[in-house]
Nanobody, 128 residues
Framework: EVQLVESGGGLVQTGGSLRLSCAAS????????IGWFRQAPGKEREGVSC????????YSADSVKGRFTISIDNAKNTVYLQMNSLKPEDTAVYFC?????????????????????WGQGTQVTVSS
């Protein structure tokens, strides 16, 4: 059974930084995509940034490009999301999600295709 445990959320001022971590376990193959998704109040969950475990390909939503960076430590089975230049519109619950890669990592992330495992979520609040 795949388990994802997130940490690192919190309250930060506009322009500040946070780093989210997601410790993953239980995968039986390395051909999966893992990443970060967020859900703001009253909005649908959206893919923020994802990475392919096997080949390291990444995808980031246009809204976070240049500000957020996803990385993976394969030895620790941990995925990180470094978030810089945070804005109030980044406020949301951030979820770590993973699943077998279906097509490109971008498709997996944007459509949440095949993402069947989820963490409990961590709150990120950016004050203006």
């Amino acid at each position: 059974e795949v388990q994802l445990v997130e940490s690192g959320g919190g309250l930060v001022q506009t322009g500040g930084s946070l780093r989210l971590s997601c410790a993953a376990s239980g995968f039986t193959s390395d051909d999966y995509a893992i990443g970060w998704f967020r859900q703001a109040p009253g909005k649908e969950r959206e893919g923020v940034s994802c990475i392919s475990r096997r080949d390291g390909y990444t995808y980031s939503a246009d809204s976070v490009k240049g500000r957020f960076t996803i990385s993976i430590d394969n030895a620790k089975n941990t995925v990180y999301l470094q978030m810089n230049s945070l804005k109030p519109e980044d406020t949301a619950v951030y979820f770590c999600g993973a699943g077998p890669r279906i097509g490109s990592v971008a498709y997996t992330c944007r459509a949440q295709a095949g993402v069947g495992s989820w963490g409990q979520g961590t709150q990120v609040t950016v004050s203006s």
